[in-house]
Nanobody, 121 residues
């Protein structure tokens, strides 16, 4: 079955950097949009950054200029480089992708298991 597997979270001091990675596996015909969301305790899940299969990107205003999303279509992978991290960036980060499973003909949304990012002040 299709899965999204994330890696790269952790604890970092304010001003530091982390890189998150997400790889799709399983029997896949195609992948459309891929992106990263985050959810802090007591808050709703929010979009952080997203990219289309053609490379168009979109960022939350709060991370513009600090985060960069990149994608490798051949490897079915999307990364999020996070620089100049702030305590407000602390959250569980989730990978999301719109995937067409093999021979399904149907675009389906998938989520990763989440990875914790904690930024200390």
């Amino acid at each position: 079955q299709v899965q999204l597997v994330e890696s790269g979270g952790g604890l970092v001091q304010a001003g530091g950097s982390l890189r998150l990675s997400c790889a799709a596996s399983g029997r896949i015909d195609g992948i459309n949009g891929m992106g990263w969301y985050r959810q802090a305790p007591g808050k709703q899940r929010e979009l952080v950054a997203a990219t289309t299969s053609g490379g168009t990107t979109n960022y939350a205003d709060s991370v513009k200029g600090r985060f960069a999303i990149s994608r490798d279509n051949a490897k079915k992978k999307v990364d999020l480089q996070m620089n100049n991290l702030k305590p407000d960036d602390s959250a569980v980060y989730y990978c999301n992708a719109a995937i067409v499973p093999l021979r399904s003909g149907r675009l389906t949304g998938y989520w990763g298991q989440g990875t914790q990012v904690t930024v200390s002040s």
